[in-house]
């Protein structure tokens, strides 16, 4: 069986510092007509990322928002890196996602993680001990859920029964499963519940793992999704147009930075510097250097899906339209003549 075909895409977190110059209405606003204009261009996916209780707005809840695009869409898939799992009650969520699919007819992906920002878990009442035990129980819950028949669950933190998800998924057995991985652990639990991932941390903790587990247990990971956030802007004039973006990315990166020294030795952060993990810096160049990095990036990783940060905090979508039609009319068509050949 041969790999899934790439599909690229654009990533939001709607953080909305003043530098934007916009209201939050304004900024949704302009998003949403970004999306559909995209979509019209051909590109495949629209992520979204989440957080709590931060200052600048950053999107703490996906699922309306991805609703909202998707009745101005047609093409585009949506999906989450990541939705923190240990908030969100898994049958409500499991709900939610019914009612997106069938809103988007059948254009929904859900991806999960456990979260360790402990402001988090302090401003919902969660001990951040328990991360590990709703997340596990979450996806649990969740398979269950995705079968569309009637189920019982008993554990830990979850407890319930004869429950079945109305309305009915379109998609059979429900939204495909992705898994953020950032240690072993991560990536042993996207092996054992079979879901596609998001490896966010080395490549020896978080991607080879995976694989070696799924071979082990004879099942082929080209089967499954690998799927990252890699951000390309599209320049004939990097001196011109990179100063801005690479304020607005410090700005983007300050607050991951923050959240893991309060994490210290929660959430698999501890000891893994920014240089370690899987690179997520940013291609930039004309269309021939951005084609070249991204398929070198997808070839040494074996990526299946790859979306750019489409509106860094502090710009607006007028800021960075030309780049990205570039990025949907030029580098995604060659990207994926170049991996999706039969």
């Known amino acids: 069986m041969g790999k899934p075909p790439l599909r690229l895409g654009v990533a939001y977190d ?17 998003i949403m007509d970004q999306v559909a204009w ?8 629209v992520w979204f990322t989440e957080h709590h209780f931060v200052d600048d707005g950053y999107l703490p809840s996906w699922i309306p928002v991805a609703a909202a695009m998707a009745a101005r869409t047609r093409r585009v898939r949506f999906s989450c890196d990541v939705c923190l799992l240990p908030f969100n009650h898994p049958l409500r969520l499991a709900e939610d996602l019914a009612v997106l699919d069938n809103i988007s007819n059948g254009r929904v992906e859900i991806g999960v993680g456990m979260g360790y920002a402990p402001h988090e878990f302090r401003g919902f009442g969660l001990p951040v001990s ?11 819950v969740l398979k269950r859920a995705f079968t569309g028949e009637k189920f019982s669950y008993t554990g830990k933190r979850y407890d319930f029964a004869d429950v079945k998800i109305t309305p009915g998924y379109v998609q059979p057995g429900g939204p495909p499963l992705w898994v953020a991985a ?144 570039r990025f949907a009319r030029d580098v995604a068509p060659r990207l994926r003549e170049m991996f999706n050949a039969a």
């Open 130 to 140: 328990r991360r590990v035990s709703l997340t596990d129980e979450g996806l649990d």
């Open 182 to 325: 950032m240690s072993e652990a991560g990536a042993l639990r996207a092996a054992r519940v079979g879901a596609n991932l998001l490896p966010q941390g080395p490549r020896r903790q978080s991607l080879d793992p995976w694989l070696a587990k799924l071979a082990a247990e004879g099942r082929d990971p080209d089967s499954h999704r690998i799927g990252i956030i890699k951000s390309c802007l599209v320049t004939d004039d990097r001196e011109r147009d990179w100063g801005k973006v690479r304020v607005a990315e410090r700005r983007r990166m300050d607050i991951y930075h923050r959240f893991r020294e309060e994490a210290g030795g929660h959430g698999g952060v501890q000891g893994i510097a920014e240089a370690d993990r899987i690179p997520q810096t940013w291609v930039v160049g004309d269309v021939e250097h951005c084609v070249s990095e991204l398929a070198a990036f997808i070839r040494e990783y074996g990526l299946t899906d790859i979306v750019t940060w489409a509106v860094p905090p502090g710009l607006t979508p007028d800021d960075t339209n030309a780049s990205l039609e």
């Open 14 to 30: 709607f953080r909305n510092p003043p530098e934007s110059g916009l209201s939050n209405p304004a900024l949704y606003a302009a």
């Open 38 to 45: 995209l979509d019209g261009l051909g590109l495949d996916l």
